[in-house]
């Protein structure tokens, strides 16, 4: 009965299109979840638990799931590479309107944006065993980076100070406690930045090794991830 139906839905248009083309159906269907499950792998199981910015895990999962289709359906239509050194420059150059995006978050944005296209691209010259193997290797490489050879990430926050008698020379250990106990992260050191006399305030940009614990001060009004352009 199945089969039947499908046959008959195979052999009906509308507006010229096919409604159903079982094949292909069933390609795209598979091939997109083997692409999302690749790259849930990569920003969740790999990027989250040491950023745990729940922000970017949304926005990875969907830009990989919107570039996909994209160049799935698109690539039937015969664009093929040129669309997608196209696509690939334009989503490689986003940038919110919100914050800057950390330099961290771009390459996991690239590695999703590159996973996305192979997945989407790969035609019958690409065996499924290299296809395999080029999604697991880009996993390896961004697990062995993550968690083996960069076992401490140095990450910065820009903090406006408003006790600006502790910059002077002979306070720093009285600086570096103050900080620490205030945002609760154990600093490895410390930059003057700008300093404003007529608010007695100065900011500094404090550099520390990331933890579990840390999570809970990104999003805070008074420190940023990236705050070079002010510093």
Known sequence: MASFITAILAN???FGIDLIESVDFIELAARFLFNMLVVIIGVRYLYYPVAKRKDYLFTYIILSAV???LCFLLENVKLQLGFALGL????GIIRYRTDAIPIKEMTYLFLVIGISV???LANKKVSYAELLFTNLILLLVAYLLEHVFLLKHESTK???YEKIDMIKAGK???LMADLEERTGLKINRI???RINFLRDTVRIKIYYYET???AIFHGDDYVSHDDSDNF
């Not at 690939?88 to 989503?91: N, S, T, V």
């Open 191 to 193: 930059e003057i930045g």
């Open 158 to 160: 820009t903090v406006l």
């Open 12 to 14: 009906t248009q509308l």
């Open 172 to 174: 720093r250990e009285l």
């Open 88 to 91: 690939f420059a334009i989503f």
């Open 118 to 120: 192979i997945n989407a």
């Open 67 to 69: 570039i996909f289709l």
């Open 212 to 214: 579990d614990q840390e």
